[in-house]
């Protein structure tokens, strides 16, 4: 069983900055990538970013340059530091990690973020 515990959202005005935080308990193989989907309103669940076990990440395009994501793996901890935000990354951020070996995803309970004046 694995649990995935966010945490860091909240509200915040454009321009500002936050870090999310995600920590993975329970059976965890050592080779998987973690990573943060969000999901706006109306919308649907998009990639944010990635990171694997080895450190290679993944950025949707509409983050890269302003979020920087990294990991603790002693920890089983990912973190998304998120800088410039912007009206349009308002949403419900959601933790994932990502089994290579059995394809299996597993999703933290989202933690929301609201980029609003």
């Known amino acids: 069983q694995v649990q995935l515990v966010e945490s860091g959202g909240g509200l915040v005005q454009p321009g500002g900055s936050l870090r999310l935080s995600c920590a993975a308990s329970?059976?965890?193989?050592?080779?998987?990538?973690m990573g943060w989907y969000r999901q706006a309103p109306g919308k649907q669940r998009e990639l944010v970013a990635s990171?694997?076990?080895?450190?290679?990440?993944n950025y949707v395009g509409s983050v890269k340059g302003r979020f920087t994501i990294s990991r603790d793996n002693a920890k089983n901890t990912v973190y998304l530091q998120m800088n410039s935000l912007k009206p349009e990354d308002t949403a419900v951020y959601y933790c994932?990690?990502?089994?290579?070996?059995?394809?299996?995803?597993?999703w933290g309970k989202g933690t929301l973020v609201t980029v609003s004046s």
């Open positions: 329970g059976s965890i193989f050592s080779i998987n990538a």
């Open positions: 990171i694997t076990t080895g450190g290679i990440t």
């Open positions: 994932n990690l990502h089994y290579y070996i059995n394809d299996m995803n597993y």
